[in-house]
């Protein structure tokens, strides 16, 4: 495997990541990239630096981004979001992958991807439903600022420092397990005793 290779599999991840907290944001920020040839794009996928991708991935990031802001449409949001969560993750990860095989491009794709994706969503889909329940909405506004600024931010390392976007991720992956161990407690200590 070429450092560029690997490279190209740190960049989608990142991307990826940055779909669990916006799905349109990242795949506009690879459009511009793309766009602006700051990064090569996977050959079948080159559409996606088109004009046409560029304005309607922006158009769909703006919807999405004040969408999040609209009071019981977020959760609605959330349920549509996680099953593309893990499509757009998916997709940013094939269409940056560079120099291998189609096969193992799309297994890394759906399972490192997608899979980054859907549960970075699907962790900030329940952040933002006990919001609801706890706060009666109030704060939601407030975690739909901070995911469009984490999903603004790891798109930009993602394409710029790839190396920190991958750290970032696992960051937030052990962040997320010591908020599980820490919100479940007591399904820690059962699967310990078994």
């Known amino acids: 495997m070429t450092p560029e290779t690997i490279i190209s599999i740190f960049l989608g991840i990142g991307l990826a990541a940055s779909v669990g907290f916006r799905v349109f944001l990242p795949l506009f920020a690879l459009s511009l990239a793309g766009y602006y040839n700051v990064i090569p794009l996977n050959e079948s996928w080159t559409w996606v630096a088109s004009s046409t991708a560029l ?37 940013v990860m094939v269409s940056t992958i560079a120099d291998l095989s189609p096969v193992i491009t799309w297994a890394l794709a ?39 600024g ?32 820490f919100i479940f407690p007591s399904i820690e200590k059962e699967q310990n005793l078994s």
């Open 55 to 91: 304005i309607t991935l922006g158009i769909a990031t703006i919807l999405e981004i004040f969408a999040y802001y609209i009071p019981w449409f977020d959760n609605l949001l959330d349920t549509i979001a996680v099953p593309l969560a893990a499509i757009a993750g998916t997709a």
């Open 110 to 148: 759906i399972i490192a991807g997608g899979g980054t994706a859907t549960a970075i969503k699907g962790t900030t889909a329940s952040a933002r439903l006990t919001s609801t329940t706890t706060t009666a909405g109030v704060a939601n506004p407030v975690i739909s600022t901070v995911e469009t």
């Open 150 to 181: 984490t999903s603004v931010m790891m798109s930009a390392f993602s394409i710029f420092l790839p190396i920190v976007a991958i750290v970032l991720v696992v960051l937030m992956f052990l962040g997320m397990r010591k908020l599980y161990k």
